[in-house]
């Protein structure tokens, strides 16, 4: 694992590749690629941010782990490609879009669109162990995601954080409300959806806020 990420993220971000815990995690991450069957495939590990460069963000949503099925994951949180049928979560954020703006459902998981419009997929763990859930945490990846939401906390004004769950909420607690805007629902999962992600109305409040702000909104 090289790691060859875009330009403007390399700018923001030098200083993380060079800490010992980033170089532990790149020893990680080659051996379990050499050693195991690992989602997504290594060329689109860094994929959000390739996608979604540092100066176009205008959205956060984060996720917490890849998908780790057959061909599912694809670096984008959430997203699947276009062959792929739509996993359940993302069903639900569909769902929703549909309800808030009245966009029919689109016949592909595949959000390439969205980063391409500045909003970055960000996962907390950006690989794992086919089908081992959760087998990439606490090597590494939480510090540099931790980076990477402080970075464009700290660097950006007006941006959208989207924050589903108790998890995502918790890695952006330290986001500064008042240069952005943070918006925080239950989980698009079907264990969770129901007790408050349907009807968040997240995607019609963030266009508002990037319209007020002077900024394009995203066509969801």
Sequence with gaps: ??????????NVLQDE??????????SFVKDE??????????????KA??????????????GQDPYHGPNQANGLAFSVSDTVRTPPSLINIFK???????K????????ERWAKQGVL?????????AGNAGSHQKKGWEEFTDAVVQKVNEKKENVVFM??????????????????????SAHPSPFAADRGFFGNRHFSKANNYLVDNGKEPIDW
Aim: aromatic share 12%; net charge positive; proline share 4%.
């Design 163 to 184: 924050l589903w769950g108790a998890y995502a909420q918790k890695k952006g607690a330290f986001i500064d409300e008042r240069k952005h805007l943070v918006l925080k």
């Design 104 to 111: 029919d459902v689109p016949a592909t998981g595949n959000l």
């Design 17 to 26: 590749f060079e800490k010992p815990y980033f170089k532990n995690l790149v």
């Design 96 to 102: 929703e879009i549909k309800s808030d703006l009245g």
């Design 121 to 129: 997929l960000l996962n907390a763990t950006l690989t794992v162990r």
């Design 49 to 62: 941010f390739e996608m979604c460069p540092f100066d176009e963000v205008k959205v956060v949503i984060l």
């Design 33 to 46: 690629y050499t050693s195991q069957k690992v989602y997504p495939a290594g060329n689109q590990i860094f």
């Design 1 to 10: 694992m090289n790691v060859k990420i875009e330009e403007s993220w390399q």
